[in-house]
């Protein structure tokens, strides 16, 4: 019975903390033109709700409804960014979203894939970054 107690009281708790951080996020819309990497899966290019708060970024397709959750690795930058934009590494044909900035807040990293690690170690495969802006 107090094993019940505890799991059903730490249930609770794990749903105020998400909902208390989903109450301060922000959200803005993207047009990527491009398939890209969020978290390990490819997405399909097209209009993106993407919304962050201090603890995650959702990347919801705006055609499918399918949303990605990808936790907050670390703040980019503690200045206020000036546009919002999405943020990607390129490796060959392969897009991977790396951060995400909101106009007035500071910018977040997102976690490096163990598929972008192995594609940037191979010494052949030319990176470059493309941006994609978000109204």
Known sequence: ???QFVNLFSALALALVAASSFGQSVA???NVPFDFVVS???LPAGDYLVRTDDRI???RNMASGKTTLVPINNV???QPATDSKLVFHRYRNTYFLRQVWNAGYSGFD???TRREKEIAADTRVT???AVAGMR
């Open 1 to 3: 019975m107090k094993r």
């Open 28 to 30: 803005s819309k993207a």
């Open 40 to 42: 390990g899966r490819t």
């Open 57 to 59: 970024i959702a990347v």
């Open 76 to 78: 980019a930058d503690f």
């Open 110 to 112: 997102l976690p490096e």
């Open 127 to 129: 990176g470059g970054i």
